[in-house]
């Protein structure tokens, strides 16, 4: 099966392509499974929610999974499942935030251990993957390098979950200004 990695900037049209991705696997005969990583903790994050549903086909199946995305993905990990995930970045951010913890302004961030521990899962769970997984993920380290340390920690380690999926992804697929690019396959990785 494949794994698929769409990526770009906040409103580059990468769900939208993601979609319609989605729309071709349905009439090739996939059920759609829609994972949706957003915990909506806010007015504003749960007005976004609200338009994401009323876009999508209502018959797709949707998961609310914004903590263990790697048992979500098990659950569906079938052949006949085409499995969207969206989004990464949104799943990381509320691993950062899980507990009540405090991250100072400056200094070293020790992030919860669920970070490492969920994002190891993942990995695992699309490697051993027998349905289709198309995940969306921004790529947050193209514009000014964020003052506080919290921020900068995000930045780094999206970019880094960004290039552990890409490695392990049979496609990864660049979307600019609504324009889709492939990278992968043909592209040659380098990580750090």
């Known amino acids: 099966m494949t794994v698929h990695l769409i990526t770009g900037g ?7 392509y993601a979609e319609q991705l989605a729309a071709q696997a349905e009439a090739a005969g996939q059920q759609i499974i829609y994972i949706a990583t957003s915990a909506g903790n806010d ?4 007005r976004r929610v609200a338009l994401h549903r009323q876009q999508r086909p209502a018959h797709w199946v949707t998961v609310e999974s914004p903590l263990q995305l790697a048992a979500a993905l098990q659950q569906w990990n079938q052949p006949q499942y085409w499995i969207l995930v969206d989004c990464l970045t949104v799943w990381l951010s509320n ?3 899980s ?3 405090h991250f100072p302004e400056t200094g070293l961030i020790t992030p919860p251990a669920m970070v490492a521990e969920q994002r190891d899962a993942l990995l695992r769970q699309l490697a051993d993957s027998r349905a289709d997984v198309t995940l969306v993920s921004n790529e947050v380290g193209l514009g000014i390098i964020p003052m506080g340390a919290v921020t900068r920690w995000y930045m780094d380690e999206a ?15 660049l979307v600019v200004a609504g324009l889709p690019l492939s990278l992968k396959p043909g592209a040659v990785a380098c990580s750090r």
């Open 10 to 16: 906040a409103r580059s049209g990468k769900s939208a």
């Open 43 to 46: 007015a504003e994050m749960q």
């Open 95 to 97: 691993l950062l935030f």
């Open 99 to 101: 507990g009540d913890q």
């Open 159 to 173: 970019g880094r979950l960004n290039q552990a999926v890409a490695k392990l992804a049979q496609q990864v697929t």
